[in-house]
């Protein structure tokens, strides 16, 4: 009755429950997509965890459908990505435009990552106090040239009341600002200034600034794309890399499985390394169970 009952559990084990008896060595959750919302993501950029290259992974990140990009000054929203010029654009939700005009936070790029803000943006600090800085005249902050015809502009709008200002007043407490003449980027409370405006461009309306382009163009590093990222995502893989401390390549098949190269022949019958350890435990469970099992015969 024993050996039976042995039996029996060992043709459960082997034939009927394989599954069951073997962790899961296929995971069937893909973690690394293609698109955040309506924005295309590719390397160096990822979705998730584990995706894209380590060094942008904790600037860049898919939240709810919205890709977004941190640094130590808050977090702001990607509105747009250029892979072939290697820039994007992104927008600060307390920026000022034409339309609306408020109180602003300060804008820092992190110094050492690898990203840059492309010269022809143009930062309009607005409502800046007297005594700012930016208007010291023994420094050149501030754009006396085209600039002034860009605080005209931007001081014709109706949402410069939203800081207390009048529509087609004074442009004296404006000041188009080299964000890299007092540091990083843009500290307001240093500055004396109650908000700002970044234009990257003008869409060929330089006289009508509800038309004009809001936002921050930055450029970055694309120097890390190599050809093991190529033949990964030549195969239907996405490039990204293992937790760790080596933080190594790794190829995210779309079944789930990760390689050190690319996806090819990396089907369902795929083994990781952590699923073969598994395997072999439980060969040696089976192999004791029927040694016993014949010990008893």
């Known amino acids: 009755m024993l050996l039976h009952k042995i039996s029996c559990l060992l043709t459960y084990i082997l034939l009927i429950n394989p599954l069951h008896a073997i962790p899961s060595i296929i995971p069937l959750n893909v973690t690394c997509h293609d698109k955040c919302g309506n924005i295309s993501i590719k390397f160096p950029f990822g979705s998730g965890s584990g995706c894209g290259h380590p060094i942008f992974s904790k600037y860049i990140k898919c939240n709810y459908s919205i890709l977004q990009f941190s640094t130590s000054t808050g977090v702001y929203a990607i509105s747009s990505i250029d892979y072939a010029s290697n820039t994007l654009v992104i927008t600060d939700p307390l920026m000022s435009t034409c339309s609306s005009m408020q109180n602003s936070g300060s804008f820092t790029l992190d110094r050492g ?36 015809t860009v605080c005209k502009g931007l001081y014709s709008c109706n949402g410069v ?8 007043g004074p442009i004296s407490t404006c000041c188009v600002y080299d964000p890299f003449g007092l540091g990083y980027g843009l500290d307001l409370p240093k500055l004396q200034c109650s908000s700002y405006s970044a234009v990257y461009g003008f869409g ?10 809001y936002g921050i163009s930055l450029e970055y590093n694309g120097s890390y794309y190599s050809d093991g990222c190529k033949n990964c995502e030549e195969s239907g893989g996405f490039c990204g890399f293992n937790s760790g401390l080596d933080e190594s390549f790794a190829c995210k098949c779309q079944n789930g499985v990760n390689t050190n190269s690319n996806c090819y022949g990396r089907g369902l019958f795929v083994w990781s390394s952590l699923s073969l350890s598994f395997f072999v435990v439980f060969l040696g469970i089976s192999g004791f169970l029927f040694s016993w099992m014949i010990a008893l015969f």
Not at 136 to 145: H, K, L, P, T
């Open 161 to 168: 009341v939203g800081i207390g200002l009048e529509p087609n």
């Open 204 to 213: 060929g309306n330089e006289g009508d600034p509800m038309k004009w382009q």
């Open 113 to 148: 990552g690898p990203f840059s803000i492309m010269p022809d943006n143009i930062f309009v600090l607005v409502g800046c106090s007297r005594t700012s800085p930016v208007f010291d005249r023994n420094a050149d902050f501030c754009d006396s040239g085209s600039g002034l």
